[in-house]
């Protein structure tokens, strides 16, 4: 029957039970090469339906981690990084949640760690912005800008990824199919250790080092696709599937990607092209693939803006399959998107969450973004203004609200935007596009919003700046009223307002708003701080500053001239009025009388006999307010330097102040009293009435009724003083019991 031998695997099994034999495959296609034709699908179909499911309970034991709730890494593989030759570092700051993202924020964070997604680290080399994109289901995720700082710096792997014509030819004979969804599938690829260190999310709470890998890195794609294929690497035919070389004439994965987006106040249009080269040599870009749809009455009140970016996301979610994973050129006549959606452009944090979000989507795909004119997107436009009559798919973001703190409800603020002239002006700038040049510098109104005409948006006839919305003139009191009702500073009524809220001139409103509030200013109140000193006094004891101070439970008084800063301190028995007159009549008495008297509203300073005593003498006596202890700050002033010892007032009364440059003492005794240091300068000779040489006779005669004796002069004393030698006897005499001797 066979002219030919065929080796062929038998697997004989031992056992006490008589099983049935079987056939396999490869027996079959050499015994009987017919049977695949023979057998009927529907018959093969109904087998396999009238086979008995295993329960969820068998299920769960088979395949505990799967049924788990541990997020554990696929085993035994791991993303490894690569950078390009001598690159360098870039540390990125944080970008900051909004406040009322901030516990949303900090919920994330902790569920990477907890999960083992990220650690937590102190200080990093290389640090990447993370911030908040919101979900289709009002949740949202943390995406990590790479764009500035890792993925320009990263050597991207080239895999080949199969195409949509490669899959879908070699399922041309299956019955029966199967689709795997992996959650956060990149996440469940590990990093490797090297590369934890490049991926470090800079966030408000800090650096996050990530363990996995994340969207937004430019080789997670290239990365992830070769782990899937070596782990399916065993399952029949897989591999070949995905190294399969059959192509469809019309795409080809080697030549450059194009896609030029439009889009028109009705639809948008895209074409998918390759760059090739003529005979000439001349590049030229022939078409693969057209796609257009019509916009929906909510996609067609979008900014223009919002609509060319739509028209590039629309492009990208059509052409997916041939562009994942490859680099490839957008197109696109709108200068704002290039700015926006450039792959080497931050995330725009102050956008309006929708364009976050498609910017978000954008970032792992190695694109570039270039800009042209109308004239060379002319089959994209001509796809835009005739669009299929199939609608665009709607990317809601559910998750922005407006002004939900407000009283005020998005109708009435879009009803009072219709009737605002300023804002219409905006609104039809901002739906149709704007001017390429500022063409307001005649218009400051204007100017200012097309200053930030790329953060402008317009959401349910809203004008919104970045996830603000914009509130009409009319409107803006009542705002102001609502933000202030907590009656908050200035401060955190700005950080309220920025949470919902913007118009031109929002801070400056708010500003004058709460400091005009009387509540605020009641609350709020502060004494002024501005030193008033006393008028400079004149003369010494024009004005005399007096207190009492305690130390060593010994009661002191103090006084000190306002002209001279001259200071006096007495020990006081006791502190009652009779004491304080006794001393100042002593001070008086030396120094003359005072002029006004300044005192606190101590029992001894307030008592009717130091009254009684100053109107004597006519001196005006004045009291400090209660409470304010600064009125009377020399006498205080004073206190603190008398507290420090008697040694510091000796030294204060001699030593220039830095208001009269001249000692106290100078200035009340007026002549510089004798110090250890005015002893450093030399000092003039004194003059005796007579001179006596040492050794010269004199005569000397002690009193009246005494004898006049015979001496010499042994020593000079002084001026007028010397020591003398009678009769062997040395005495010291004055001058004025001296007299030559006769010679």
Known sequence: ????????????????????????????????????????????????????????????????????????????????????????????????????????????????????????????????????????????????????????????????????????????????????????????????????????????????????LIYGVASAAAIFQSVMEEMLAGIPGCKQLLKS????????????????????????????????????????ERPVMFVSSILSSAQQNYAQVDREALAVIHAITKFHRFVWGRPFTIVTDCQAIQRILG?????????????????????????SLVHKKSDNLVVADALSRLPSPISIFDIPIKSIKIAVDLPLTSDKIAVETANDPLLQQVFRFVHLGWPPKDQFRNNPPIQVFFKIRDSLSILNKCLLFSSRIVIPTVLQAQVLDTIHQGHPGIVRSKLLARASVWWPTLNIDIAQFVSQCSICALVNFKPNKTYVSWPPALSPFERVHIDFYQKKSLSYFILCDAYSKWLHVTHMPQTSAPFVIDELLSIFAIYGLAKVLVCDNGPPFDSNELATFCTSYNVQILHSPAYHPEANGQAEKGVDLAKKGIEKIVFYRNTPTTTTLKSPNQLLLSYQPRTLLTQLLPQP??????????????????????????????????????????????????HNQLSRAAS
């Open 1 to 212: 029957m066979f002219e030919k031998l065929f080796n062929l695997t038998l697997v004989v099994c031992t056992g006490d039970q008589l099983e049935v034999p079987l056939l396999g495959r490869p027996w079959l296609d050499i015994l009987v090469p017919q049977w695949r034709s023979v057998l009927s699908p529907t018959v093969y179909i109904a087998s396999i339906l009238q086979a008995k499911p295993p329960s969820v309970e068998e299920l769960e034991a088979m395949f505990p981690r799967a049924f788990g709730n541990s997020d554990t890494p696929i085993e035994k593989y791991s993303a490894r990084l690569v950078l390009k030759p001598n690159a360098v570092p870039v540390k990125h700051r944080a970008y900051k949640p909004p406040f009322g993202l901030v516990n949303t924020a900090n919920s994330l964070l902790d569920s990477w760690e907890e999960s083992g997604k990220a650690i937590r680290v102190r200080c990093a080399d290389w640090a990447s912005p993370g911030f908040l994109v919101p979900k289709s289901d009002n949740s949202y995720r943390m995406v990590v800008d790479f764009k500035k700082t890792l993925n320009p710096q990263l050597r991207v792997d080239h895999y080949p990824i199969p195409s949509p014509e490669e899959i879908f030819s070699s399922l041309s004979n299956s019955s029966v199919f199967v689709s795997l969804d992996l959650k956060d599938a990149y996440t469940q690829l590990s990093l490797h250790p090297d590369s934890q260190e490049l991926c470090v999310v800079n966030t408000h709470r800090g650096f996050y080092k990530l363990t996995r």
């Open 245 to 284: 070389d059959k192509l469809l004439m019309h795409f080809d994965p080697k030549l450059p990607i194009v896609i030029f987006c439009d889009a028109s106040p009705y639809g948008v249009g895209s074409v998918l092209c390759h760059t090739v080269h003529l005979p000439s040599g001349k590049p030229t």
């Open 343 to 367: 792959p080497c452009k931050s995330l725009p944090v102050r956008t309006g969450h929708r364009l976050q979000h498609w910017a978000a989507l954008l970032q792992p795909y190695q694109y």
């Open 685 to 734: 000779g004194t003059r005796p009435l007579s001179q006596f040489r040492d050794g010269e006779s004199v005569m000397f005669k002690l009193h009246k009724r005494s004898p006049v004796v015979t001496g010499s002069i042994v020593r000079i004393l002084g001026p007028t003083r010397y020591l003398i030698s009678v009769a062997g006897v040395e005495r010291e005499v004055h």
